[in-house]
T-cell receptor
């Protein structure tokens, strides 16, 4: 049973436009959410995070929105750049000693020049 | 500064052999995690180390998998009697665990192929 779901395996966007990546979760114990970006043959790189006490967090071109009632979060990238082309993973963490991350299956973003 | 490093970057082995994968976390990070990513899947948690505490092994898929962390730093993930379904990218991450939340920093991974 997937607790974190990214239903779009791929997304193509024109350079300069907005990219919106979506993520749904089922575990109401999750209280911290993260987005990672991954290039081929590299490990995931942390991008942005949000705690469950907030509904928005912004860092430059990247904004994460959290809708707790819908158990949904999204990552907005604006303006999108060709260098943003990568696989984006949504991850969630619940309170507890380990705080291990539960990941979605990823969305391949392609930004077209 | 140095990030998380892993070795080897690639490992091809025959079914039934044992393999050891190594992780060097970021200096000073007390928390260390192992994950694996099978083809087309998200990352799957395997095991967690925090300081000198007993590890959280709840994600290990079978007793063929084990891990150690010596001196609170380097970690080794061992897979005994490898099976073809063990083929995956094995990723290590470390975290400073400051505050209640943890941003984990990942190494480049070891791609394991079991023939």
């Amino acid at each position: 049973d997937q607790q974190v779901k990214q239903n779009s395996p791929s997304l193509s966007v024109q350079e300069g436009r907005i990219s919106i990546l979506n993520c749904d979760y089922t575990n109401s114990m999750f209280d911290y959410f993260l987005w990672y970006k991954k290039y081929p043959a590299e490990g995931p790189t942390f991008l942005i995070s949000i705690s469950s006490i907030k509904d928005k967090n912004e860092d430059g071109r990247f904004t994460v929105f959290l809708n707790k009632s819908a158990k949904h979060l999204s990552l907005h990238i604006v303006p999108s750049q060709p260098g943003d082309s990568a696989v984006y993973f949504c991850a969630a963490s619940a309170l507890g000693p380990a705080r291990q991350l539960t990941f979605g299956s990823g969305t391949q973003l392609t930004v077209l020049p | 500064g140095a990030g998380v490093s892993q070795s080897p970057s690639n490992k091809v082995t025959e079914k039934g052999k044992d393999v050891e994968l190594r992780c060097d976390p970021i200096s000073g990070h007390t928390a260390l995690y192992w994950y694996r990513q099978s083809l087309g899947q998200g990352l799957e948690f395997l095991i967690y180390f925090q300081g000198n505490s007993a590890p959280d092994k709840s994600g290990l898929p079978s007793d063929r998998f084990s891990a150690e962390r010596t001196g609170g730093s380097v970690s080794t993930l061992t897979i005994q009697r490898t099976q073809q379904e063990d083929s995956a990218v094995y990723l290590c991450a470390s975290s400073s665990r400051t505050g209640g939340y943890n941003e984990q920093f990942f190494g480049p991974g070891t791609r394991l192929t079991v023939l």
